[in-house]
């Protein structure tokens, strides 16, 4: 299983299966004999299983067995390496969504050099992308982005349309970022026409939420909800639990900047619930900051509190600026409230460190943006005149091979041509010697009927000349006989 990796919305790259299909997997796994028949039936279970609490224990499982097995040097190697790079790339995904962000990197770093060694191109290229997020996370913007161009090539090499849609998603979450949102949205429209090609309804789901947070953020709220209402129906058929929290907390947004507020707690509440089962940190503190302001906006200060120092706490855990900047704001307003106005001036402070730090990152990002233009905007036009110069050597070749084929197929028709008027000359040729024959078969008869006829005339001759002899001959004797006797 690739668990790849996403800028806005961090989701696994799988599909959830039903409980009887899990409980189907968990028996075939009871019965199984072979180390790799167990291995494929663990990463089945891993893939299927939707909660963030079960898959890991099997995905431990999944890494112990292939580790025995290598180490036992057993065969077939090729197959339990690529069990063992697929367990650190799972390791990888927990620990970012958890905030562990040193552990994930060093597991999608292990996994990389795994997937390199056995020469598996779609892993490699999950494993790119998994590091850019990482990269992109900390604000190493131009790193990230060289992650996903050589992400995105690969899957582009080896026909991965679903890899690919994903890598486009990646890169257009850079580009919003940097907040250049034609770029922004050029890349997640290419996403989008990619996953409904295929049919990828939760790669689908998840590049509708990004599309609609655009429109959010530029005021269009009723084409934001439409976006987020698409996203949530796909996510639900799913069971995507990860992108129907951040669904349910775009719509609580949109509530309640139409003043909703009672409809905007009730998705906030249910974003949390989903946030707390999975154990999502990043999702978590964006929910109970939000539930926070519902709080105060319906004067339940001390609830506000309580929420909001909850982020505060995961916030501090994460380490995101941006996250604890927006607990700090809440807090001081529930301070200022409550009257206690020390605590309030030390969220005040909070606040704006944690706001200078970031109007710090926006300044480095202007500068990364120029950066960006400069390096892949003008590597992407590079790319581009070189595949126009492809295409017309492509276009010049097949020009060349037409004309191949129509000297051949005319060639061909001469030939035949030429053969038929062969053919038709020994035909004709054939049957005047059928003629010929014919009129010689006819001659010979009428020469031999000729022939016969004369010497049947001959013979009759023959015959009479012999007769004229034999008469002469009798009266001669006649004569002699009447001459001897007197008168």
Known sequence: MNKLLFILLLFPCFFFGQSRTVDSLKFALQNAKHDTTICNILNTI??????????????EQLMALAEKNLTRN????????????????????LAQIQGNISKALDCFQKSLKIEEEIG???????????????YSNQGNILKGLEYYHKCLKIMEEIGDKRGAAYAFDNIGGIYSLQGDIPKTLEYWN???????????KQGIAGTLNNIGTIFYKQGNISKSLQYWNRSLKLEEEVGDKKGMAASFNNIGNVYKNQDSIQKALMYYQKSLKIEEEIGDKTGLTRSLNN?????????????????????????????????????????????????????????????????????????????????????????????????????????????????????????????????????????????????????????????????????????????????????????????????????
């Open 46 to 59: 891993v893939q299927t299983e939707s909660d963030d609490n079960l898959w890991p224990i099997y995905n």
């Open 291 to 487: 539930i926070a302001r519902i709080m105060i906006d319906k004067n339940q200060i001390a609830d506000a509190v309580l929420y909001a120092q909850r982020s505060m706490q995961t916030s501090m855990e994460l380490g995101y600026p941006e996250s604890i900047k927006n607990a700090a704001s809440v807090l001081k307003i529930t301070y200022q409230k409550q009257n206690k106005y020390k605590e309030a001036f030390e969220m005040y402070e909070l606040e704006i460190k944690m706001r200078d730090s970031i109007n710090n990152q926006e300044t480095q990002k202007a500068s990364i943006k120029k950066q960006m233009q400069y390096t892949y905007e003008k590597k992407e036009l590079e790319a581009k005149n070189e595949q126009d110069k492809k295409d017309i050597i492509a276009k010049e070749e097949l020009k060349q091979k037409e004309k191949e084929r129509n000297y051949f197929m005319v060639g061909f028709g001469l030939v035949i041509i030429l053969a038929l008027f062969i053919f038709r000359s020994y035909k004709q040729k054939q049957k005047a010697n059928e003629v010929i024959l014919e009129q010689k078969k006819l001659v010979d008869e009428k020469q031999k009927e000729i022939i016969d006829s004369i010497t049947y005339a001959k013979r009759i001759q023959t015959a009479l000349i012999t007769s004229e002899k034999y008469i002469d001959k009798s009266l001669d004797k006649l004569n002699r006989n009447l001459g001897d006797h007197p008168n």
């Open 74 to 93: 057993e065969k077939p190697k090729k197959i339990y390496l690529k069990y063992l790079a697929t367990a650190h790339n799972n390791i990888g995904y």
């Open 120 to 134: 598996d191109k779609s892993g490699i290229a999950s494993c790119l992308n998994n590091i850019g997020s990482i």
């Open 190 to 200: 290419k996403s989008l026409k990619m996953e409904e090609e295929i049919g990828d």
